[in-house]
């Protein structure tokens, strides 16, 4: 797919995705159609990126990057504390959804944040240089409809090489 095209595509996902909460198949061929492209063409331009989501989601999506920055600063330990907080196994890549309602939460390759790794996105939003503790504050922040800020965790100026409070295993 051309540069251009996707410039048009990507657009049009994102607000699909805002006004329907995912891209369903049938939504996928509408978009070809219009922009005079084959289905599979959307579809390998979609499923490229990991903020597009291709099924019905729960209230919140959480995604966790396990690429190798932030598996090597600790995210199979995020992981593992979501898990236990959500009350289910995250399944990997596929999302695992909370039977709550609140919570879809998936591992994701590489979010391009890897030098604030690891890294966490609640719905969209980046959380930098977390730790499992973190984890708990974040979902109940987003459960009463008060996200915090997103940025570094531990409150890492742009350019500073590490984060203020250290990082704990
Ligand atoms: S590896 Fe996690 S942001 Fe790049």
Redesign the pocket.
């Known amino acids: 797919m051309s540069g251009s095209l996707s410039a048009a595509l990507i657009p049009l996902l994102h607000q699909h995705q805002k006004q329907h909460g995912y891209i369903s198949k049938e939504s996928m061929k509408d978009f070809a159609a219009k922009l005079g492209v084959s289905p599979g063409q959307v579809e390998s331009t979609a499923t490229f990126y990991s903020m597009f989501r291709f099924e019905p989601e729960n209230r919140h999506s959480v995604d966790i990057?396990?690429?190798?920055?932030?598996?090597l600063?600790g995210?199979d330990d995020l992981l593992a504390q979501t898990s236990k907080l959500i009350g289910e196994p995250v399944n990997g890549f596929k999302a695992t959804h909370s039977t709550d309602g609140e919570w879809s939460v998936r591992e994701?390759?590489?979010?391009?944040?890897?030098?604030?790794?690891?890294?966490v996105a609640v719905d969209g939003e980046y959380y930098e240089d977390a730790v499992p503790a973190d984890m708990k504050k974040l979902l109940q922040s987003y459960k009463k409809g008060r996200p915090p800020v997103p940025g570094s965790l531990r409150k890492r100026e742009i350019g500073e090489m590490k984060p203020r409070t250290a990082l704990k295993k």
């Open positions: 990057c396990t690429g190798i920055s932030c598996m600063r995210s994701v390759e590489c979010l391009g944040a890897c030098s604030c790794a690891p890294v």
